[in-house]
């Protein structure tokens, strides 16, 4: 079974500080994704990598970072974070074909 | 813009039922289409999908319709049971896309008893 793991399920922040979300994936994907859920808007892209040190921006990639410095681990960064912010960020990964693993998601806060 | 769209936000059915939810879209680029399903508090997992050479495809109780010219799709749950009530998004890729998906708002389906 695909497992994809975020470092936490619920985070609350201060606005300007500095955020690092984790996600681990243990099946070797190549791809892995980062999202965003908000009421309304369902699920919207962030940023995306296909490979180690690879990155791409997504529909929403202002005001967020990404790093992929091994295989099965994405970053999502947040550089000062502000409360537009608040959201469930979810990660996701794959291999060679459309369907995407998912985590179970970080509930963040932005105060 | 959203190029893919679920216009119902919430959808109400009696446990046994028919469950049609429903989604539409605007790229006919599309080639791939999927459904996933989320509960509360969880990512959202993998449910059924079809390519676009197809306009049916079938999976126990879940059947997913693809119209091509009408640019709408539509999963069908039947019979519904209580443990259906969930989110349910679908989502759109193209081969140009790599395996990019384009999400759907969701709908939340409740099954009632």
């Known amino acids: 079974d695909v497992k994809v793991t975020q470092s936490s399920r619920y985070l609350v922040k201060r606005t300007g500080e500095k955020v690092f979300l984790e996600c681990v994936q243990d099946?070797?994907?190549?791809?892995m994704f980062w999202y965003r859920q908000d009421p309304g808007l369902g699920l919207r892209l962030i940023y995306f990598s296909y490979d180690v040190k690879m990155k791409e921006k997504g529909d929403i990639p202002e005001g967020y970072s990404v790093s992929r410095e091994k295989k099965e681990r994405f970053s999502l960064i947040l550089e000062s974070a502000s409360t537009n912010q608040t959201s469930m960020y979810l990660c996701a990964s794959s291999q060679s074909s459309y369907e995407q693993y998912f985590g179970p998601g970080t509930r963040l806060t932005v105060t | 813009d959203q190029q893919v769209k679920q216009n119902s936000p919430s959808l109400s059915v009696q446990e046994g039922r028919i469950s049609i939810l429903n989604c539409d879209y605007t790229?006919?680029?599309?080639?791939?289409f999927l459904w996933y399903k989320k509960y509360p508090a969880e990512g959202p997992t993998f449910l059924i999908s079809?390519?676009?050479?197809?306009d049916k495809n079938e999976d126990g109780r879940f059947t997913v319709f693809l119209n091509k010219s009408a640019k709408h799709l539509s999963l069908h749950i039947v019979p519904s049971q209580p443990g259906d009530s969930a989110v349910y998004f679908c989502a759109a890729s193209t081969i140009q896309g790599a395996q990019k998906l384009v999400f759907g708002q969701g709908t939340r389906l409740t099954i009632n008893p």
């Open positions: 790229n006919s680029m599309f080639d791939y």
């Open positions: 079809i390519s676009s050479i197809k």
């Open positions: 099946m070797d994907h190549e791809n």
